[in-house]
């Protein structure tokens, strides 16, 4: 008998398809596409930890006065992930989360990262995501990927947004891409080591630790409760048309680049 999690995954292929296979990958040709993929895909490793910080709060793990949650083990598998995600290996002997590890592959990659550092700055002047989203200048495909993360996370259901977190991020870069990468970065003299080893960490962390976590996780929240089940498969659908578009606009620009000469 397949549970509810297999189900859902098998309901979502389509679409998981869709975005694995996307025409964008077959463009992936010189460092200048590299870069313009990278520029769009910092808001997906972005707001990727938005949504673990939205499932810690559903969860109450970041209450203040604390109180005990009442899905201990719930709080147990996310926090799990937020360990690699937050503070992992640097690959220097020191720690990095893996959001630093990719502003650092672009820098390295010689890609622009000025539009997420003035969207971050004017979320840390304490403009709303909406506001942060108009006074930042976002392409449209970004500006809709953030409005759409920041909706599930503003209804604050925990299976919902455990649906978008687990189905509609994680495991969505093709094994080609980690080979087209390698050998740009070889043709390049390595410029674009630190974005392989930032794919590195998210494979072996993935495979090892976090999708058995965050399939524990999502089992947990929502149990045998059919509502539940739909309310997750819902933020998956969700996250994956969101994804969809963001690569959308992510070929368009690469698109409508001026050829080298």
Known sequence: MHSEFDLIQRQLEEQRDGIVSHALYSDLDSLRQIQTFMEHHVFAVWDFMSLLKALQRSLGSFAVPWLPSSDVGAVRFVSEIALGE??????RGGYQSHFDLYLEAMRGAGASASRIERFLSRVREGLPIAGAITESSLSLSVASFLSSTFEVIDRNDSAEIAGAFLFGREDLLPDVFTEIVRQISFDCGGRLDALLYYLQRHIELDAEDHQPAARRLIESLCGDSPERWARA??????????????????????NHQPQPA
Do not use: N, P, T, V
């Open 86 to 91: 937050e503070s992992d290996h640097d690959g």
């Open 233 to 254: 498969k819902e933020g998956a659908f969700i996250a994956y048309r969101a994804r969809k578009r963001l690569w959308d606009g992510a070929l368009q620009e690469m």
